[in-house]
């Protein structure tokens, strides 16, 4: 969980690689700088956005939760919401709504990563 402008920064290219370096499968964030939730995509990285003019303080987030989420099914609507549920250290479960921020052509996304996709156009 990030706050806003995620990705806003002159190591942006690091940013996104760290984050899948990490296994960090999603993020969920207020917002996301321009070009990075794009980034974020072609690593793999599922971007969320906390809808309504929440946040993770006004949701009482840690930042410590683990995050799940079970419904994949048709993610690259591009106006598609999506049910987290955040687990607490102490195992309290808090279900979360949120937007899920993908613009890019589903072929690109349910590989994972652009690189098959480049790969596969240039061979074919």
Known sequence: MVAKKYGSSSSLDWATKDTALLCVR??????????????????????????????AETLGL???????IKDLT????????????AIDPQGQTQTLDDAVRIDTPPRITTTGMPYPVICNATIT
Do not use: C, W
């Open 62 to 68: 840690s930042g410590e939760e683990t995050l799940s």
């Open 74 to 85: 048709g993610i690259e609507a591009p106006t598609r919401e999506l049910r987290v549920a």
């Open 26 to 55: 999603a993020v969920i964030v207020e917002s996301y700088e321009l070009i990075h939730r794009p980034s974020l995509i072609g690593m793999g990285v599922l971007p969320l956005q906390f809808l309504d003019e929440k946040n």
